[in-house]
């Protein structure tokens, strides 16, 4: 019933209504700007910034993993996985632990040392999941972020 | 005095002795892996995977700033600030916000959305610095990472 493998150009109106519907979740329901013709663009750009796989059940699409080269400088290339989404519906059939599979085999074929994400801190959950499966929570760092617009004013002072 | 540039080929070495000094004031002395070669072979690979800019003081160098573009689902592409690292005696001397402002104008012309980073959240003095760019540290967020002893692990199972 479940079946994983990578997006193509037609799947991404879908795709988007995952994001929606994960930020959302996040209670961030207003923070998506990202359109389905950046994420096309990007997705089949030469390189493409980000790799998307499809997680569907019984051929519908309810999950997705999307994830990206990083660069370390203590432990070179890695890989960044930026969203695990499941559809509140479809959760606790195996959908997530399938894509998540499917990621760190991605990473793994890439022979990284380092897979590495963000999780919220109220998230148990999830939290106990990456627990389990090998991962390590890393305390005591902040995410910084600075918007398109905050940029512009810092550089026209 | 100050000077600004991407890195070439040779500057490497002095790389990796600044990316082994901001490891061991992150009390983190033994993390670093990379190697001269892998910065080479990741900053000339076709794409490359991430950009270095060498801060050069009085003809010397004294800092770094290394980069690479992101894609976050919710604002499409972003750049990441991996390391901004001055060497400790040439601090305050305002290098670091030399080679900060060219990786702010570097993203600033890709026209992203966002740039992003991440500070410990004991460096009160650089924590002060981003807020003060206009920057936003955002709270609530947990690292996760998995490394390649524990992914080999994970995918044995």
């Known amino acids: 019933m479940i079946n ?14 995952l994001i929606q519907e994960l930020a959302t ?4 329901p207003d923070a998506v700007e990202v359109t389905v013709e950046e994420l096309q663009k990007h997705a089949f750009s030469k390189p493409p910034l980000f ?3 499809i997680g ?22 890695s890989i960044h996985l930026e969203d695990l989404i499941v559809t509140h519906k479809m959760r606790g059939k195996g ?12 990473a ?9 994400w963000v999780v919220l801190d109220w998230n148990k959950g999830a ?16 995410l910084v972020q600075m918007d398109g617009v905050s940029l512009a004013q810092y550089l026209e002072k």
């Open 4 to 17: 994983i493998r990578p997006a193509t150009e037609k799947d991404y109106p879908r795709v988007l209504e």
């Open 25 to 28: 979740f996040e209670k961030e």
């Open 51 to 53: 790799t998307c796989f």
């Open 56 to 77: 569907e059940y019984d051929d519908k699409i309810e999950g997705i993993a999307l994830c990206y080269p990083r660069f370390s400088t203590w432990k070179g290339k």
């Open 95 to 106: 959908l997530g632990k399938a894509l998540y599979n499917r990621v760190l085999e991605f």
């Open 108 to 116: 793994h074929a890439q022979n990284v040392r380092r897979v590495e």
């Open 127 to 142: 939290i106990d999941f990456y627990k389990s499966s090998g991962a390590t929570i890393i305390p005591g760092w902040h």
